[in-house]
């Protein structure tokens, strides 16, 4: 029920979050709300999210369970890997919703003011912010995080600033950036992520190493231990100063959340059977498919469901290290792709849960999806036609298709067909180039991986490959990922829609070279780069999503990849202690910020802790 107060605030607050207040001598907006196309779905004065439930009860513990290892908790530098969670203990400017895919609403600003040119930001921050140990939060520390980004930052992370030309503390609690950009919201989103670093903590620490002593923070959780590698607890602010703003209200449920980590995700899948974790994402379609025919789901003490994920995703794939000679030539990497049977491994190990991916965008309408170009697209092509393929006009891309029952011989011909027009020859059984044989180490970190990647060995090795798979621990597969010492790996892409700078980062020529940037392929194409840059500067969503899709159409042709598959739905499985909204985010679960625990039926468990 909501109190005198909040009902007459939310009668004093019926304009549109984006509703402008026009001052009489400038042309600039105010408001606490920020959408890059159109307008932001909430109206200002709102009470909490729709997806978040004010009552829910505070309390209790959870344990969830993590891969791999950590070694830092820095999340701003290129060395070490960072643990899981570490984004509970932080507040930024601005956060999005669950149900938008570019909105921002005010958090520690309680409001901006921009120009109709969209050239700067001001932040006018809450002076009620603080960090956990009371200091407040003021601008300056906004600019100090900043210009440790620019001068420490790993390259990906600097990327998504590149248009900010200048930071300026106006006060205490406003705080302006200029942009190099114009009649564009997207730098204006990417500032509004920024989270403060508190300048009297760092003045005597040095923030460019990794470091493992809990930082001093602003967010809704705070560390409260951690074992190096093995395990990392969060525990609830009780006095956290932004929790009955309307974006946290009915978030940040649980008392105590821990996660622990697993070298083998066999051991962790037991964990979890055994009670020893209370939620998981399943990634693996064997175990959804077999493993979770366990009397606790029949018994209603573990449950399991398959939630609509809406959510536009980022490629997943086999990524050439284009650095290397024998991947130079696009015929090559198209005849290794046609020997990726896909729809024999969807039969026999995916257990047909898994979509083939088609695009380096699927799941969103920014991508191709296997359709044919548009005339605006090929508007937009047209001025680089005598540097692209003539199939990037006329066909829409299509993965190759088998009949999945494994035997693969026309693939096989038309691959060794390529790959003698590439220069590679098959001599007693060896394929050849130059006198040396093709040879591909596929780098893993998880022996799930292998499951997916063994039939496409056995087929390289028929047409005289010597294929084979590395196992290394996730702190080697770090380094050998950010060295470029790899052949093959597999990648799934973060997708931040729209998409925007991080696009320079993934596909750019810039970041082919740079140590640690996303473009782990190394991919260098003049068209490719002038996609991006139209991309950044497209005015409308309507040019964005057009140009995306030319983009699209131009790595794929390319061949830099072997595209894999997706899950269009999430696949959850969670001991049945916890309750949750009836409405839940239009882009994901919900899990753990809005869900919380039943103390009636965490009681009828009896858990092993």
Do not use: C
């Not at 300048?199 to 470091?211: C, G, K, L, Q, V």
């Not at 394929?431 to 060995?457: C, H, K, T, W, Y």
């Not at 590395?470 to 729209?498: H, K, M």
């Amino acid at each position: 029920m909501l109190t005198m107060p909040r009902i007459l605030l939310t009668i004093g607050l019926t304009l549109l979050l984006t509703a402008a207040v026009k001052a009489e001598d400038h042309d600039i907006t105010r408001t606490w709300a920020l959408a890059e196309f159109g307008q932001p779905l909430y109206q200002d004065g709102i009470d909490h999210w729709p997806y978040a439930n004010p009552d829910a009860p505070k309390g209790g513990s959870i344990v969830l369970g993590a891969f791999g290892s950590f070694d830092s908790l820095n999340t701003y530098v290129l060395r070490g890997t960072w643990a899981a969670g570490i984004g509970l203990t932080s507040d930024s400017l601005m956060v999005g919703s669950s149900d938008e895919l570019a909105s921002v609403y005010g958090l520690i600003a309680e409001s901006v003011e921009y120009p109709a040119d969209k050239s700067w930001i001001i932040f006018n921050l809450r002076p009620e912010a603080r960090y956990h140990d009371g200091t407040p939060i003021v601008a300056a520390d906004f600019e100090f995080s900043f210009n440790v980004i620019r001068e420490h930052g790993r390259p990906f992370l600097q990327s998504f600033y590149e248009e900010v030309a200048s930071v300026e503390v106006l006060d205490d609690h406003r705080l302006k950036f200029r942009f190099t950009t114009r009649d564009t919201m997207k730098p204006l989103i990417k500032v509004a992520s920024l989270a403060p670093e508190p300048r009297h903590y760092w003045a005597e620490r040095d923030i460019s190493r990794t470091f493992l002593e809990p930082p001093l923070s602003s967010g809704p959780y705070r560390i409260a231990s951690l074992d190096a590698g093995r395990s990392i607890t969060y525990e609830r602010v009780e006095d956290y100063w932004a929790a009955d703003l309307p974006v946290n209200r009915g978030l940040h449920n649980f008392a105590r959340i821990r996660y622990d980590y697993y070298r083998d995700m066999e051991v962790m899948f037991e964990a979890f059977k055994a009670g020893e974790i209370d939620y998981r994402m399943e990634n693996s379609a064997r175990r959804w498919a077999t493993g979770y025919n366990l009397p606790q789901v029949d018994r209603g003490q573990i449950i399991i469901e398959t939630l609509p994920d809406h959510a536009p995703q980022g490629i997943q794939a086999f990524f050439f290290n284009l650095r290397r000679s024998q991947f130079d030539d696009v015929r090559t990497r198209e005849a290794l792709g046609l020997l990726f049977d896909f729809e024999a491994i969807q039969r026999t190990v995916l257990h047909g849960q898994y979509v083939r991916t088609n695009s380096y965008f699927p799941n969103s309408d920014f991508g191709v999806g296997g359709q044919p170009p548009s005339e605006q697209e090929l508007a937009i092509l047209e001025p680089f036609r005598e540097q692209l393929p003539a199939e990037v006009f006329t066909d829409a891309f299509e993965p190759p298709r088998t009949d999945g029952s494994g035997q693969i011989r026309d693939q096989m011909r038309q691959a060794l067909q390529l790959l003698g027009e590439a220069g590679w020859q098959l001599q007693d059984g060896r394929l050849l180039r130059n006198g040396r044989q093709m040879a591909i180490e596929f780098l893993i970190v998880s022996a799930d991986s292998e499951r997916v990647i063994a039939p496409f060995i056995s087929n390289l090795r028929r047409i005289g490959v010597n294929a084979s798979i590395r196992q290394v621990d996730s702190a080697q597969y770090e380094r050998r990922i950010d060295e470029r010492d790899f052949d093959i790996i597999t990648v799934r892409l973060n997708f931040f829609p729209p998409p925007g700078p991080e696009l320079r980062s993934y596909y750019g020529s810039m970041a082919a070279d740079v140590e640690g940037s996303a473009n782990m392929a190394g991919i260098q194409h003049p068209v490719v780069d002038e996609l991006i840059e139209q991309i950044i500067h497209a005015q409308d969503l309507d040019t964005l999503k057009a140009t995306s899709r030319a983009l699209d159409r131009v790595l794929l042709w390319q061949h830099y990849v072997i595209p894999q598959f997706y899950n269009d739905a999430f696949r959850i499985a969670y001991w049945n202690r916890f309750d949750r909204p009836d409405t839940l985010p239009r882009y994901g679960t919900g899990f753990p910020t809005t869900w919380w625990l039943d103390s009636d039926k965490a009681g009828a468990l009896s858990l092993r802790r």
